[in-house]
T-cell receptor
């Protein structure tokens, strides 16, 4: 089955810096890669996603890149703000199925 | 429109008991997935239902079971509770009839096993 590895597990940056979170996956048939943000005590919420037929996608300060050959994808956050502080989870579909396999999460702290 | 609703939000059980958690998906969403969230382990997939059928299953013991009703509402059950079952159980719904798609999560049911 699919295995998703996420690193680093924690990251602390200064406000205004950029942050990059990297994930690798094992199933070459995976075709959907979402990123979720979970603030303390709240539910995970989708922030951006990408499908395997696209290499990069941007939405304001966040972007996701996908390298299918290397089987890794990354989340880039520019001009970080304190409200970006949260746990970020990457996920990959198991093949083309409805099952999403999540990484273990990365805690991002943005210091003002 | 209303989001994904999970009940109860909090519950405390003792070892050996069983528990049933409920999830009402977003109106029109027919796929419901369940995840277990524990510190350091992220979100671990339990199962996914569509049209009252379990389509996908994770690697959890048979003590964990679920079902889906004709109105797409879903329940999961954990029997013979163990201390390690203490976790936040998240339900998510999706509009997709097939293939992976956006999951919208509920607030979760936090289970404590004493």
């Amino acid at each position: 089955g699919e295995n998703v590895e996420q690193h680093p597990s924690t990251l602390s940056v200064q406000e205004g810096d950029s942050a990059v979170i990297k994930c690798t996956y094992s199933d070459s048939a995976s075709n959907y890669f979402p990123w979720y943000k979970q603030e303390l005590g709240k539910r995970p919420q989708l922030i951006i996603d990408i499908r395997s037929n696209v290499g990069e996608k941007k939405d304001q300060r966040i972007a996701v890149t996908l390298n299918k050959t290397a089987k890794h994808f990354s989340l880039h956050i520019t001009e970080t703000q304190p409200e970006d502080s949260a746990v970020y989870f990457c996920a990959a579909s198991q093949g083309g199925s409805e099952k999403l396999v999540f990484g273990k999460g990365m805690k991002l702290t943005v210091n003002p | 429109k209303a989001g994904v609703t999970q009940t109860p939000r909090y519950l405390i059980k003792t070892r050996g008991q069983q528990v049933t958690l409920s999830c009402s998906p977003i109106s029109g969403h027919r796929s419901v997935s369940w995840y277990q969230q524990t510190p350091g382990q992220g979100l671990q997939f339990l199962f996914e239902y569509f049209s009252e059928t379990q389509r996908n299953k994770g690697n959890f013991p048979g003590r964990f079971s679920g079902r889906q009703f004709s109105n797409s509402r879903s329940e999961m059950n954990v029997s013979t509770l163990e201390l390690g079952d203490s976790a936040l159980y998240l339900c998510a719904s999706s509009p997709a009839s097939s293939g992976a798609n956006v999951l919208t999560f509920g607030a979760g049911s936090r289970l404590t096993v004493l």
